[in-house]
């Protein structure tokens, strides 16, 4: 199962010889592991912690506010701990400056507010799972939000052949 932890205990020793001498390699394949290493009755051991990429089958969705045109919020469903095994999801836009958001994987409202966005600009949202720090690959997803409106009142103008009304927007 995707973004579990393995726990693999390993004994090198021959003949009552230290293990030291011997190498162990333990490949993995985009995953990540803890190596601890301790020596008891003089043989070494390894403690290694392996854990796997964990998978993202949520569903986004995208959901402006047309009261407040600089936020937006993602509602995602959950991805089932019969699927993968994770600790949170983590939700970043494409803009640096605003910083990323967690929760937890057994959180129930399922949404994160983004604010303080531009009006009009184009994001691209990235979803991930996370298992102990190793990302799930990404959802993406991009929005623009929309702008603020343009009021215009032209009945009081003294000039009654107006014949074009140029709107610049910034």
């Given at each position: ?112 507010i983004f604010d303080g966005l531009v009006p009009g600009r184009l994001y691209n949202f990235t979803i991930w799972t996370v298992s102990h720090d190793i990302t ?35």
């Amino acid at each position: 199962m995707s973004g579990v932890a393995y726990t693999l205990r390993v004994e090198t020793f021959s003949n009552d010889e230290r293990g030291d001498e011997y190498n162990t390699t333990i490949r993995t394949c985009k995953s990540s592991f803890v190596k601890q290493n301790y020596y008891f009755y003089g043989r070494l051991f390894y403690t290694i912690l392996l854990i796997s990429v964990p998978l993202i089958t949520s569903e986004v969705y995208i959901v402006n506010n047309i009261n407040v045109k600089s936020e937006v919020t993602l509602r995602y469903t959950a991805t089932p701990s019969s699927t993968s095994l994770f600790d949170r999801y983590r939700f970043q836009l494409s803009d640096p400056s605003i910083p990323a958001k967690e929760q937890f994987a057994n959180e129930t409202d399922r949404k994160v507010i983004f604010d303080g966005l531009v009006p009009g600009r184009l994001y691209n949202f990235t979803i991930w799972t996370v298992s102990h720090d190793i990302t799930s690959r990404p959802l993406l997803r991009q929005d623009r939000l929309c702008k603020n409106s343009i009021r215009l009142n032209a009945s009081h103008h003294e000039c009654h052949s107006i014949t074009s009304v140029s709107l610049i927007y910034t």
